[in-house]
């Protein structure tokens, strides 16, 4: 997601990335096809806003080559985060499948630290962006309330994957949750919270297009996606 707060250029994950691009022939890493389809240079990026670690939402921030992808941007990531994937006595806390992927946090970051900025949960981290707490997932998974006027949003990163099976069944556990009691936790607090506010849901692994209102479905929940308009 690309947010123009009118005097910030904000860029919230990066997915994969180049690298993962050129791998993969293609079957994932299209944000640089599609920033380039929206006019958007990623050298204009101000900002890029990290949920979490995993490499889905990190492993943009290198081209193939390890070169910056956005290297105007300042990175700003959760401050439990980087505490727990810069820590190696925490590889002791992982599963399975976050055990694998320890080492690739310091890959991320690997000689540019100072372009990082650590924020707290439940401040404004960019103009009109609120971090909320939603840890499970991973120990400092974040998620973000983007507001504009009155208007307001929620996008829940990784709260829950595939809406389908995870909004009906909040309960189900994934292989990539660091946390999975805390995970079932914090979805049952997140939906709770955008079906109180009647809010506009954005999900990171959401079918297109990733846009939605949540409802109460007997104890569980669906997602009812928005109509698409292609039109701005």
Same mark, same amino acid.
């Given at each position: 997601?690309?947010?123009?707060?009118?005097? @910030?250029?904000?860029?919230?994950?990066? &997915?994969?990335?180049?690298?993962?691009?050129? *791998?993969?022939?293609?079957?994932?890493?299209? #944000?640089?096809?599609?920033?380039?389809?929206?006019?958007?240079?990623? @050298?204009?990026?101000?900002?890029? #806003?990290?949920?979490?670690? /995993?490499?889905? /939402?990190?492993?943009? #921030?290198?081209?193939?080559?390890?070169?910056?992808?956005?290297?105007? *941007? +300042?990175?700003?990531?959760?401050?439990?985060?980087?505490?727990?994937?810069?820590?190696?006595?925490?590889?002791? !806390?992982?599963?399975?499948?976050?055990?694998?992927?320890?080492?690739? %946090?310091?890959?991320?970051?690997?000689?540019?630290?100072?372009?990082?900025?650590?924020?707290?949960?439940? @401040? +404004?981290?960019?103009? &009109?962006?609120?971090?909320?707490?939603?840890?499970?997932?991973?120990?400092?998974?974040?998620?973000?309330?983007?507001?504009?006027?009155?208007?307001?949003?929620?996008?829940?990163?990784?709260?829950?994957?595939?809406?389908?099976?995870?909004?009906?069944?909040?309960?189900?556990?994934?292989?990539?949750?660091?946390?999975?009691?805390?995970?079932?936790?914090? !979805? !049952? @607090?997140?939906?709770?919270?955008?079906?109180?506010?009647?809010?506009?849901?954005?999900?990171? /692994?959401?079918?297109?297009?990733?846009?939605?209102?949540?409802?109460?479905?007997?104890?569980?929940?669906? #997602?009812?996606?928005? %109509?698409?308009?292609?039109?701005?």
């Amino acid at each position: 997601m690309v947010i123009n707060t009118g005097s @910030k250029l904000i860029l919230l994950d990066t &997915g994969f990335g180049p690298g993962a691009f050129a *791998a993969t022939k293609g079957a994932v890493g299209q #944000l640089g096809n599609n920033m380039a389809g929206a006019g958007i240079d990623p @050298k204009s990026i101000d900002i890029v #806003l990290l949920s979490h670690f /995993h490499i889905d /939402h990190a492993g943009g #921030l290198r081209t193939a080559d390890g070169g910056l992808v956005f290297p105007n *941007a +300042e990175i700003k990531v959760p401050a439990p985060e980087w505490a727990f994937w810069m820590d190696e006595s925490n590889i002791s !806390r992982t599963n399975t499948y976050n055990k694998g992927h320890f080492p690739n %946090p310091k890959k991320y970051f690997a000689g540019i630290e100072s372009k990082v900025t650590r924020y707290e949960w439940g @401040k +404004e981290v960019a103009p &009109g962006i609120t971090s909320i707490a939603t840890p499970g997932h991973t120990p400092g998974h974040t998620s973000f309330a983007i507001a504009s006027g009155s208007a307001r949003i929620l996008a829940q990163c990784d709260v829950t994957n595939i809406p389908s099976l995870f909004l009906t069944h909040p309960d189900w556990q994934l292989m990539y949750d660091n946390d999975p009691q805390l995970a079932f936790a914090t !979805r !049952r @607090k997140f939906f709770d919270m955008a079906v109180a506010e009647k809010a506009t849901v954005v999900g990171f /692994h959401f079918p297109f297009p990733s846009v939605g209102h949540v409802e109460k479905a007997g104890s569980d929940y669906r #997602l009812v996606p928005m %109509p698409w308009n292609p039109s701005i």
